[in-house]
């Protein structure tokens, strides 16, 4: 089943369970399993050991002088890589999560707003890692390190950089685990838009000089996501 890490630094226990609700309704949805680690301070999660989570969501009113914006600020300028999501109980701080490239929840904690902010994060996780789990191993690969995906029958195969992988299960499940650097260039596989050198007649010519089929039906949204890669 595929996994995606997420973490919790928030004030109270309560804010954490109503939040962790829904995100759970969300990955039961998305068919993906999602751990939740809950941290009461933001020095307890740095303190860990830095899991590389997918997605951290931090409370900005923390107790006493600990201020979660803070702690934001400085995950960045540590240079943590995973997409942050602030709340708080009002709009006040919406521009300085600008600042720092945060995404910005109130703490009535719409189902739609976090369902949406879910979805966002995908496109934004292209240095994240893709975590598989498989009976008791959990695969970590970087999204980067991945040029294509191929489905076979029930089976699907991770081409990266360097060798590969073959997973037991079929290419429309892995789907819902990709950010959307990940296009379906042919009903069997999808492309890592970002190793796509040229986008020829018949097919699609890759960085490391492979050639993949494109289907026609597939063709402009392949084309759109070409253009649009540098943006």
Known sequence: MLVIS????????????????????????SKVELEITYYPTSNDFSSCHMRDFHIVFVDISMEGDENGLSSARMFKKCGMKFP??????NDRHLMDSYEINAL??????????????????????????????????????????????QGIGEES???????????????EELDY???????????????NIKYVRQIEKKGLLLWNDEQLEINPDYRQAVVFAYINKAS
């Open 84 to 89: 942050i999501v602030l709340f708080s109980d």
């Open 177 to 191: 685990a990709l950010p959307g650097q990940f296009i379906w260039c042919a009903a069997h596989t999808l492309v």
């Open 6 to 29: 997420a973490a919790v630094i928030a004030y109270t226990e309560k804010e954490y369970e109503v939040l962790s609700a829904i995100l759970n309704d969300w990955a039961r949805k």
């Open 104 to 149: 910005y929840l109130t703490k009535t904690f719409k189902k739609v707003d976090i369902e949406h902010c879910m979805e966002r994060i995908f496109e934004i996780t292209s240095n994240a890692n893709f975590k598989l789990r498989f009976e008791d191993t959990t695969f970590c690969i970087p999204y980067d390190n991945i040029l294509y995906i």
């Open 157 to 171: 195969l991770i081409v990266m950089k360097e060798g590969s992988y073959k997973l037991c299960l079929h290419l």
